[in-house]
C-alpha cells in the first residue's frame, strides 16, 4: 500500500491549493477528485456565471444606447438566441470548455499524485479509491457542496436544473422558475431575463438574498422588477407536476405558476455523504457541516483537517482558498490560526451587491450598538 504524508479528499479551490503547496514543500501529497481538479468555480460556478453576467449586462446597456441614440449604426437586437450563444460559447471558453487537465499537469509538476475517482476513508490512516487502498499521515477533507434538494412532492418527475446545468449547459428555456433568492439565484434570473427567459423567483424568506441588509434587498427587488423579473417572497412551494411540455408549481396560499424548466438554487449541503467519517468518529454538526478550530482542524482529530464549503464557514470561493493557506502553513509545521471577522461577500447582479463583516441584526445579536448615518449604513 503506497503510503502519503497527506491525502487530500477533494480537489477543489481549497484542496487544489494545499496539495500543490504541501507538496512544493517537500511532502508526499495525493489528491482525490471524482469530478474536475479546481471545483465548481473555474467551470461551473464563478467563472461562467460572471461570463455570462457581463454578456448580459452588455447587452442591456447597447440596447439602452441603441434607444438613446447614442449607437448610429444598425444592430439586430431581437435575435436573442443567437446573442445567447454567442455568450454561451464565450462561457464555456473562459471556462476551459470544462477541461482541468492544465490544473492536473501543474499538480503534477509540484509532485502531486492526481488519483481520479471518489475516496472513502476505511480506517485511520487508509483510504480507499476505485478499490485501491493508500495510506495517510494527515487527511484534509475538502469535498466542497451540492445542491441540496428540498422536500417537495412531484420533484422527481419535472425537468429539473441545477446551477451547475444552468451554467454548463447551451439551451435557454423560454421560461423559468428560480427556486430560491440567494445570490446564485438572483445572479442567474438577471442573466436569463436579458436574454429574453421568462423568470419567477420563489423565495421562501421574506427578502431576495436574506443575509444582506434588507434595504439592500428591497433595492435589488426594484431593480429586478424593472427587468421584469417576477419576484414572488414569503411564499412556500408546497407541490410540483409536469405539464406539457413544462412543470407547474404549486404554492401555499398564492396561485400556482408556471414554466418550461424548475431551477433549483434554494441552498447546498456539505458533500459527505459515502466518505467514511464515521469511521475516524466524526459526524457532522447540526446543519450537516464539519466543525473545524482555528487551525481548521477538525475537532477531535488530531491528524484530519476540513477547509472550504464543506465547513459552512462562509461558502465563497476566497474563504477556501484561505482555508487553503492556513492549512497548508500547519501541515508546514507553522502555527497559523484564520481570522473570520472581515470576510468580503458579493452578489455580481446590476447593480451588484457588496458587503464586508456583520450586518446590523447580526452585531445587535453579538453585543454591538451599531448607529445609522443618514445614507443608511451603520458605524460602531
Known amino acids: 500500500m503506497d503510503r502519503y504524508d497527506l491525502v487530500v479528499l477533494g480537489g477543489g479551490s481549497a484542496g487544489e491549493s494545499i496539495a500543490g503547496a504541501v507538496a512544493r514543500g517537500g511532502k508526499d501529497v495525493a489528491l482525490v477528485e471524482e469530478r474536475l481538479v479546481g471545483g465548481e468555480c473555474p467551470y461551473f460556478a464563478c467563472v461562467p ?61 509540484d509532485g502531486v499524485k492526481v488519483m481520479r475517482g471518489r475516496g472513502r476513508v476505511v480506517s485511520a490512516g487508509v483510504l480507499e479509491v476505485n478499490g485501491e487502498q493508500i495510506g495517510w499521515n494527515d487527511l484534509v477533507i475538502s469535498t466542497g457542496t451540492v445542491a441540496a434538494r428540498p422536500e417537495l412532492p412531484g420533484l422527481d418527475a419535472v425537468p429539473l436544473w441545477t446551477s451547475d446545468d444552468a451554467y454548463s449547459r447551451p439551451e435557454l428555456p423560454e421560461s423559468a422558475i428560480i427556486l430560491g433568492g440567494g445570490p446564485v439565484g438572483c445572479e442567474l434570473a438577471q442573466v436569463w431575463t436579458r436574454f429574453g427567459c421568462s423568470v419567477t423567483i420563489v423565495q421562501r424568506a421574506p427578502r431576495l438574498i436574506p443575509r444582506e441588509e434588507p434595504v439592500i434587498a428591497n433595492m435589488l427587488a426594484e431593480a ?47 458533500e459527505l455523504d459515502g466518505l467514511g467519517i464515521e469511521n475516524l468518529g466524526i459526524r457532522p454538526n447540526g446543519e450537516g457541516y464539519l466543525d473545524v478550530d482555528e487551525r481548521c482542524r477538525v475537532l477531535g482529530q488530531e491528524h484530519v483537517w476540513a477547509a472550504g464549503d464543506v465547513t459552512g464557514i462562509a461558502p465563497f470561493t476566497h474563504t477556501a482558498n484561505y482555508h487553503g493557506r492556513i492549512v497548508s502553513a500547519n501541515l508546514l509545521g507553522q502555527d497559523v490560526r484564520a481570522d ?22 447580526a452585531a445587535r445579536r453579538q453585543g454591538g450598538r451599531p448607529a445609522k448615518t443618514r445614507h443608511g449604513k451603520f458605524r460602531w
Open 49 to 109: 456565471s460572471k461570463a455570462m453576467l457581463y454578456a448580459a449586462e452588455l447587452r442591456s446597456l447597447i440596447g439602452v444606447a441603441h434607444q438613446a441614440g447614442a449607437v448610429s449604426r444598425p444592430l439586430n437586437l431581437g435575435n436573442l438566441r443567437a446573442a445567447y450563444a454567442a455568450a454561451v460559447a464565450r462561457r464555456d471558453e473562459v471556462a476551459e470548455q470544462r477541461d482541468d487537465s492544465g490544473a492536473v499537469r501543474r499538480l503534477e509538476e
Open 224 to 270: 429586478f422588477h424593472r427587468d421584469r423579473i417576477d419576484v414572488l417572497l414569503d411564499v412556500q412551494a408546497i407541490g410540483v407536476e409536469p405539464i406539457g411540455n413544462g412543470i407547474c408549481l404549486s404554492l401555499q396560499d398564492r396561485a400556482p405558476v408556471r414554466a418550461e424548466r424548475l431551477v433549483l438554487a434554494s441552498g447546498k449541503k456539505a
Open 340 to 361: 473570520y471577522r472581515a470576510i468580503p461577500r458579493g452578489v455580481y447582479t446590476d447593480p451588484s451587491v457588496a458587503s464586508v463583516g456583520l450586518t446590523e441584526d
